[in-house]
């Protein structure tokens, strides 16, 4: 399994797209590391995790091609990880030419928003126009499509939004993916135990400055709290990569500082366009 960081900042981008703080002018003047799009993930060449404003930027700067995309899977509705104006782009002859159908995973809430924004519910763009087959994914029940098994775990954020975390197993190999997570709720501890996953990634939006917090999103301590609970149920064992994800300015740091903090702990910072071979 080939994992791609496409986007790895907050729901404003990284700098923050308008803001003044000192954190937000050091990013934008170092470049590099420090200029996060929003989160998302290309798994293979066939797989998206979420699709957020920032897609037309990462096919170009990661050389991704989307007429390779199989399925999209969506963590939650929210506008950082959902942008459904840009599916409406498949629809022909007009915007594209597309023969290939591709699924889009999500929750209940994932589709409405989608059908919402392409117009659907007016009748003007149908999922069936954009070659959209939806696959709705519930807590705790296993998906396969082909090689792929997706099992969509609750996560603690946003309530009323259904935001999931996924663990992914292709070729022997599997990946939990918790974009916007928080604090784990226990049916996800309990469905995590004894999997022994091969590469986890983990929200840490809060950072530095708000090390405790555990709802809705992470800081670095509750990081460090999550991979210890992780390793002493089994769900991580000693060849398990961690990484970390999802940061906003708010969280008061530059990669150099979280690489800083989390190299001690065996812990890996993702930044955009970061490649794991698993
Ligand atoms: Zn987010
Ligand atoms: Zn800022
Ligand atoms: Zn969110």
Redesign the pocket.
Known sequence: MNVRFLGTAAAEGF??LW?E?P??AKAAQNGGKDLRRRASCLIDADTLVDFGPDVFWQTREFHMDLRKIRRILVTHPHEDHLNPVDLIWRKGPWFSQVERRIKVFGSGMVFGRIMAECGALDGIYRLEDLKIQPVELRNAECVSDDDLTILPLEANHAPGKFAQLFLLERGGKSLLIGNDSGWFPESTWELLRGKNVTMISLDCTMGLHCPDVDQGHMGVHTVLRAVERLKRIGAAGPETRFFVTHFS?NGGNLHADLEEFFAPHGIEVAYDGLEVQL
């Open positions: 700098p923050a803001c703080c954190i937000c300015h």
